[in-house]
């Protein structure tokens, strides 16, 4: 229905009009009436109706005077002028205006129900057109964001960036979980389309024929960018995969930001459970992930030494590290989990395979991953690992230093070094030194290159492995340091070695 604003100083007309047109018929609707020019501008600008039929002669405002102080606020709509004069020249100020139909009074039913029809014909046309160059300008306005967001040079190089003067630019990639139907996944992302669209300065479309859909946000602080989409991804929590190129400054430089939003997005599934991905994330994600590694180190040393008090406190170091980073509660068992299951590895190479089943075993993971909190898990880690550790490493009548020098012979193949082993046992580290070098005869450093060079030679011998490989597997990460120390207490070359042993030719000497 298009909406019909009627403006006479004179009721009985306006009432006469009312009752003379079959409104509905015609697709049309009187919303509302005015009683004079003032009233009448005040319902026009207010109701904006599709169609004003006013009077000439009113009092204050004239219908023209009306009409004109309407189209200089930004009224658009269609006029028609009834007077009950046929003086020209009110006929020509309203044309000058934009008036569509000039009828004298007494009105005349046909003449008006014919004007009105025009206008309705008029308005439909128009609004067709409207939709039309709308349609277009959003096509082209589409094509123009895949190309700079596909780096398409023959499309930018013909086609004016005028309207792009923003400050900044970032893409995005937005995708649905593969587990869902594809109805569901259509659905989902239309849905997420229509509310990214309701922003301004977002434009949001689907690039190729992969079924992901890309945004480019313009102009907005990069911090709002992640903070809507960290909201959009946990209203659709595990539903979307967002991930988030780098800012640019340049239209230009669009390609850029959705290339690394791309590059991000083939590793989703890396990082699936991040929810929304940025190299920010990343970079933070890295380093949470080397604090954990650390973590679990430190707890299978606590572990093997026994010492519970240590155990809890590193534990409780490790829930706070969870606390603080966007890891989902998936994420965090995962995290528990894997971090056991390491454990297990190692302990299982001092005390046996078997010996640590009833600990860390399918009924482990299956009440881990039944836990409904964090704190929970971490209570739980508690107990599993300090009965493992009570059992296993508990009794024992072992001095302090029997048992460094147990951890050293244990854990040789990792990064060792005496602060670590001071931290762990609760010692400052130049007193441990002193009293190690006391207890062993050497220093540590010495100890530690020794035991390594004595597996080191036993694995040459073996003849399985390669020169760099048996590097790795006792501790050495540079294969010419290891090189070095090999030669300095072996005498010869590990190469060297691994060949005489091949032979049979045993008469190498020590330094």
């Known amino acids: 229905m298009l909406k019909v604003l009627l403006v006479d100083d004179e009721p009985n007309v306006r009432q006469g009009v009312k009752m003379m047109i079959p409104w509905d018929e015609l697709g049309l609707e009187v919303i509302g009436e005015g ?44 006029c028609l002028i009834l007077s009950g004069y046929s003086d020209f020249t009110y006929a020509k100020e309203a044309m000058s205006l934009g008036v569509k139909g000039f009828i004298l009074k007494p009105v005349d039913e046909d003449e008006l129900i014919e004007a009105l029809k025009a206008l309705r014909e008029e308005i439909h046309e128009e609004r067709k057109d409207e939709v039309t160059m709308q349609k277009g300008s959003e096509y082209i306005n589409t094509q123009l964001v895949r190309a700079l967001l596909l780096g398409d040079e023959n499309i930018i190089g013909n086609s004016s960036l005028e309207m792009y003067n923003y400050d900044c630019y970032d893409a995005a990639i937005i995708s649905s979980s593969e587990d869902m139907e594809l109805d569901e996944q259509s659905l989902m992302l239309a849905t997420v389309k229509s509310r990214l669209e309701s922003f301004d300065n977002v434009d949001v479309i689907t690039p190729d024929l992969s079924g992901i859909t890309a945004v480019l946000f313009k102009g907005w602080k990069r911090q709002d960018i992640i903070d809507y989409l960290m909201k959009l991804s946990k209203d659709y929590f595990g539903k979307i995969f967002v991930t988030v190129g ?13 290339q690394e939003a791309g590059a991000l997005f083939k590793n989703r599934f890396m990082y699936l459970h991040c929810g929304v991905v940025t190299n920010e994330t990343l970079s933070s994600e890295s380093k949470a992930e080397n604090e954990i590694d650390e973590i679990f180190g430190q707890i299978y040393a606590y572990v093997e030494i026994n010492d519970l008090d240590k155990l809890d406190n590193i534990l409780e170091t490790l829930r706070q590290t969870l606390c603080s980073n966007t890891f989902t509660a998936e994420r965090i068992k995962v995290i528990c989990i894997t971090g056991a299951m390491e454990l297990k590895v190692r302990v299982a190479k ?29 209570e739980y880690l508690k107990k599993v690992l300090s009965d493992l550790s009570n059992t296993h490493f508990g009794r024992t009548t072992k001095s302090t230093m029997e048992r460094v020098v147990q951890y050293i012979c244990s854990n040789y193949n990792r990064e060792l070094r005496l602060e670590q082993l001071a931290t762990i046992f609760g010692y400052n580290s130049a007193y441990l030194g002193k009293v190690f070098h006391q207890y062993t005869g050497e220093n540590f450093n010495n100890y530690l290159d020794r035991i390594r060079i004595t597996e080191a030679k036993r694995l040459l011998a073996l003849d399985e492995y390669k020169v760099y490989e048996v590097a790795e597997m006792v501790g050495y990460t540079n294969i010419n340091y290891f090189h070095n120390k090999f030669k300095k207490y072996v005498g010869v070359s590990p190469l060297s070695y691994k060949r005489q042993s091949k032979n049979g030719d045993s008469d190498e000497t020590e330094e």
């Open 35 to 78: 009683e004079d020019g003032d009233d009448g501008l005040s319902k026009i600008m207010s109701l904006r109706p599709d169609i004003v039929i006013a009077d000439v002669k009113m009092p204050g405002r004239t219908g023209i005077q009306m009409i004109e102080a309407a189209k200089k606020e930004g009224y658009e709509g269609k």
């Open 246 to 258: 780098d800012t640019v400054t340049s239209p230009y430089e669009i390609n850029q930001s959705y």
């Open 350 to 378: 001092n005390i046996g395979d078997k010996k640590t089943e009833q600990f860390l075993n399918d009924e482990f993971i299956a009440h881990l991953g039944e836990k409904s909190s964090l704190f929970d898990i971490i």
